[in-house]
């Protein structure tokens, strides 16, 4: 009890989070059919929140162990924190993106639901950062899963939203069902779920490496639905296409941070032996989990950028990208080694930032013309040149030519795949950028080059929408050349308890 | 007379788990795919529970079972809330014919 009662301390992010879901959903009740108190007090709750997460930035420990065991069920350090903050990040500029979006007001009577959801899914999110045992790992997968289904198709009164959850939530059943049928395999073989007590019993080699190779291929099901990683990634583009698309940003950015930090920390903990003074990681040899995630990033970057090369649908082939990229993030944790995971986190960022960007251009255009579909995105260079300049922008950003700040998100990768001696991967990963520009520029070609048969007025843009496009403008364009204080920040946030 | 052991346990479980993929695969009716995601889940309940009663691994298996009875029949609620609007949307819960997001 009196464990209990001295963890509550390190959950405060937590707990404001949950506070802040009961004030929205009171506000809303009070408030009736008035719906415009609501995004105050879902900014409001999120400052707070990201106050609490930035006063325990430094502190590292374990929460919520039981009576004489070392371990905790959650894991409070610096790495989470850097993750929890970026959470908080994209969830307020989602909030300005809902702002802003039309297919949102159509549904205006749901907005209470739709931000309560919201923080069902940043409290899902944050218990998932900081999962150090895998009954925690599933129970907060689930809570983020179950939010994010409802989401896709909050609007209820078009064929894609509704086919868009549905698919959703088969393919989330099925796979949190196989990683929990991994989990209950892993508990048979180690008598625990705890990450840190089963990194112990591997080190020890008293148990057979097949069964817990099986397992853990079970497990990563779940990683694998969440990052939407090949072979787990067909509910990607159908999901991505039919969400109304502020869900659909909120996807691609947050949840799949959340499934990034899950992964790293669980590769590290579970199956590292010890950290060389130089960074490098020494793997656990019974199990090769280097060449399992080598397999899987090669095909999933092969496979999103192959498949987004003939998309005519611009949220789908921001899916297929979104795809390809968590390819490349998966190198910098087959790097296993500090560097690597450094390049990680500095790639989050600008893939955070320069994704916003992308699909905030793409939902204001939708909002004019009605449509995200290539064919009609003809002419708009000349009707609306700040937008579909800045698109441009995060397109290159996306590829990661110099000077955006994808190419500094690709070079440290690229560094640190280099360092850790696999200069065939790096290749394969180079010639898959190659590969991306094609279709980014197909997108470019269709905006400026292609004229439309029919006129299309001229379109401006309201103040904030310009002001919320010039931030992430901006910042995609000073991360590429300033990029030095983020490069720090990472550096210090890669401290995860126990290594 | 035959000694029931962990072993019958873990068929049953791996047994339960294989239909449970199969209904997911074969069935085109959404219910029916969302009940092979229910016999998917009590397969891994069952594991939990015969490790903890005959691994002596103390309480921890057949807690995790309930937390994950509680889990799956929230998600069933979610999932027939969906499906029902899909009915309503689609006039059927065929998964084949509800295709319109497609290349």
């Given amino acids: 009890m009196n464990q209990i009662v001295n963890s509550l301390q390190y959950i405060k992010p937590e707990i404001s989070a949950a506070i802040a879901l009961v004030v929205l959903v009171i506000v809303d009740l009070v408030m009736g059919k008035n719906k415009k108190y609501l995004a105050p007090v879902m900014i409001l709750g999120l400052l707070v929140t990201g106050y609490f997460i930035i006063d325990q930035f430094n502190i590292s420990s374990f929460a919520f162990g039981s009576g004489n065991n070392k371990y905790g069920l959650l894991a409070i350090d610096s790495f989470g924190s850097f993750f929890k903050l970026l959470i908080i990040f994209s969830s307020i500029i989602i909030v300005f993106f809902t702002l802003a979006s039309d297919e949102i007001k159509k549904a205006n009577e749901r907005l209470g639901e739709y931000y309560a959801l919201i923080w069902g899914m940043i409290i899902g999110m944050f218990f998932m950062i900081s999962a150090a045992d895998l009954i925690v790992v599933y129970i907060s997968l689930e809570l983020v899963s179950l939010s994010s289904y409802v989401l896709a198709g909050i609007t209820k009164d078009t064929l894609r939203n509704s086919e868009a959850s549905l698919k959703y939530v088969i393919y989330g059943g099925v796979s949190s069902g196989i990683m929990l049928f991994g989990i209950s395999i892993l508990y048979g073989i180690t008598g625990t779920t705890n990450i840190y007590e089963i990194n112990a019993l591997l080190q020890s080699q008293q148990i057979q490496g097949l069964i817990v190779t099986l397992s853990v291929i079970l497990i990563f099901a779940g990683f694998g639905f969440k990052i939407s990683a090949a072979p787990f990634h067909f509910w990607t583009p159908d999901v991505y296409e039919g969400a109304p698309i502020t869900i659909t940003t909120y996807l691609s950015v947050a949840s799949k941070a959340a499934g990034v930090a899950l992964l790293l920390r669980f590769t590290k903990i579970t199956f590292i032996d010890s950290v060389n003074p130089d960074g490098s990681w020494n793997i656990i040899s019974l199990i090769d989990w280097r060449s399992f995630l080598i397999i899987i990033s090669i095909l999933t970057m092969t496979l999103g950028n192959f498949a987004a090369l003939w998309q005519n649908n611009m949220k789908r082939l921001l899916a297929y990208s979104s795809v390809a990229h968590v390819g490349y993030i998966l190198l910098g944790i087959i790097a296993l080694s500090n560097e690597g995971m450094m390049a ?8 955070t930032i320069m994704n916003l960007g992308a699909f905030f251009v793409v939902m204001l255009i939708a909002n004019k013309i009605g449509s995200e579909e ?7 260079g000349k ?98 050349i300033y990029f030095t204080p983020l490069v720090n920040f990472a550096k210090n946030s890669i401290t995860l308890l126990g290594f | 007379m035959i000694h029931i052991g962990l072993i019958h346990y873990l068929i049953v479980s791996s047994i339960l788990f294989c239909l449970g993929i199969f209904g997911v695969i074969t069935r085109k009716n959404a219910i029916m795919v969302l009940m092979g995601i229910e016999l ?60 319109t997001l497609k290349d």
């Fill in chain 1, 344 to 351: 990680v986190l500095i790639y989050f960022v600008i893939y």
């Fill in chain 1, 374 to 380: 290539l064919d009609d995105y003809k002419g708009l």
């Fill in chain 1, 383 to 480: 009707a609306a040149p700040v937008l579909t300049v800045s698109l441009a922008i995060f397109l290159v950003s996306l590829i990661g030519l110099p000077p955006t700040a994808g190419f500094i998100a690709k070079l440290y990768l690229f560094l640190a795949l280099i360092n850790a001696k696999m200069i065939v991967i790096a290749v394969i990963a180079l010639l898959n950028t190659v590969v991306s520009v094609y279709y980014y520029f197909r997108v470019l070609k269709y905006l400026f080059i292609n004229s439309s048969e029919k006129e299309i007025e001229p379109f401006g843009l309201n103040i904030p929408n310009l002001i919320m496009l010039l931030v992430l403008v901006t910042s995609t364009l000073v991360l590429g």
């Fill in chain 2, 40 to 99: 998917i889940l009590n397969s891994a309940n069952i594991n939990f529970v015969a490790f903890a009663r005959y691994g002596n691994f103390g309480n921890s298996g057949q807690l995790t079972a309930l937390f994950v009875i509680i889990l799956a029949a929230a998600e069933a609620a979610i999932a027939m809330a969906i499906v029902l609007n899909i009915y309503k949307m689609f006039s059927t819960i065929n998964v084949d014919e509800i295709d």
